[in-house]
């Protein structure tokens, strides 16, 4: 593979002494289930537990410092969906100077919130990463602030690259690194840093299934803009990679897969339950693609955790749908005489197979209904599809006739 000199080793290792007492250096966790999966070690580098929440203040901090005392007088500005937004308000107030931020309309309220409490001047355009970046860019233009673009810069990648250093460190035999992708720059910057000391080390990106600019672009041979996009994992729906960015993950990346919006849910949904972290649906999008596709990733496997900024209304979405998509909700509906006692005769018979009502719904006409019939309408939670299974042999055996559904 030929390597492109875009960002090196000693750009990043400048970087890291930078940010010395800014960024914290987050954990490297075991995963028991990653483990067995991929039959081997399975770490997970908690960028989620990162100050602001992601990586992001990595690469702000990096470009905002080098910028001259005439450079900070104008100002920034930035587009984001949340996570540089609050990178680059907390690096900009750390570093005496000030910040606007365009985001896109329907961010993430507490995304929003916590870059205003940063410090930031926060303005709404568009719908996408991409029109909110356009919208940055004429504010530039009309002020002279600086434009700390989210990805596209040798800063931004030098900083994010400091990721991969502490990678290597902590995980010295490490084979496969997995990293979230939507503009590149945290996985050009972490390849950077591994392929220089590590040239063996496998680096694969993912991308949610319904933003995936990457595959498209490295098989056209140029960055490709999608026509539209739509995945819960804000934090990487980036319509087209940058200059920099593409020729850096050309280069220097072994592959990049996607994920489904299923999986990205049940991968936040094994990060809560048992790592016990609270991370976005970007933020697990490389186990997402473990969990999927575990023989693609030989060990030791270490999945960057990109970010923990989740608004708790899409968590509590993301982890229903999640539960879903692993078999842990059961849903039937069946029709029983209409009279006093049979609903009660259903409860014991469910009740037997040990499941949690959620709802039921009962309706009492319809076309298809005898005069002496009620359809009832169940939600069950279960432990998994051996249980719902179970639930429904049992329903079945005392004569329930049942509509899934």
Do not use: W
Request: charged share 20%; aromatic share 4%.
């Amino acid at each position: 593979m030929t390597t492109t000199p875009y960002v090196g080793l000693d750009d990043i290792k400048a970087a890291r002494e930078l940010l010395d007492g800014v960024a914290r250096r987050t954990p490297l966790e075991g995963s028991r289930p990653l483990s067995e999966r991929v039959r081997g070690s399975a770490l997970l580098k908690c960028e989620n537990l990162q100050r602001t929440g992601s990586f992001k203040i990595r690469g702000a901090y990096v470009r905002i410092s080098r910028l001259s005392d005439a450079e900070r007088a104008r100002g920034v500005v930035a587009a984001s969906a949340g996570n540089h937004a609050q990178g680059v308000a907390l690096a900009a107030s750390l570093l005496g100077t000030s910040s606007t931020v365009f985001m896109p309309n329907g961010a993430p309220l507490p995304k929003v919130e916590a870059t205003r409490a940063y410090g930031a001047e926060i303005r709404f355009a568009g719908v996408t990463v991409d029109e909110a970046l356009a919208a940055a860019a004429r504010y530039r233009d009309e002020t002279g602030a600086v434009l700390i673009h989210p990805f596209d810069h040798p800063d931004i990648v030098a900083g994010q690259g400091t990721v991969g250093l502490e990678i290597l460190e902590q995980a010295p035999d490490v084979q496969t690194v997995v990293v979230s992708v939507g503009g590149g720059g945290l996985i050009s910057g972490v390849a950077a840093a591994i392929k220089a000391a590590r040239p063996d080390v496998r680096i694969v990106g993912v991308q949610a299934a319904g933003a995936a600019a990457y595959p498209g672009s490295l098989a056209a041979g140029r960055p490709t803009p999608l026509d539209n996009m739509a995945t819960i994992a804000d934090g990487i729906a980036v319509g087209c990679p940058g200059d920099l960015t593409y020729g850096m993950v050309r280069d220097l990346v072994d592959g990049v897969v996607t994920v489904s919006e299923e999986s990205l849910s049940q991968a936040l949904l094994l990060c809560l339950e048992r790592a016990k972290l609270v991370v976005e649906p970007a933020g697990a999008a490389a186990v997402a693609a473990v969990m999927d596709q575990p023989e693609l990733f030989e060990p030791p496997v270490v999945a960057v955790l990109s970010g923990g900024n989740i608004d708790p209304v899409l968590l509590l979405r993301v982890l229903r749908h999640g539960m879903a998509a692993a078999g842990r909700y059961l849903s039937f509906r069946l029709r029983i005489p209409a009279r006093p006692g049979e609903v009660a005769t259903l409860r014991g018979a469910r009740a037997g197979a040990e499941a949690t009502v959620l709802d039921v719904a009962h309706v009492r006409t319809g076309p298809k209904l005898h005069l002496d019939e009620v359809e009832v309408a169940v939600q069950l939670e279960t432990r998994g599809p051996d249980h719902c299974a179970a639930v429904l042999e049992r329903l079945r055996l005392v004569g329930y006739p049942l509509d899934l559904g």
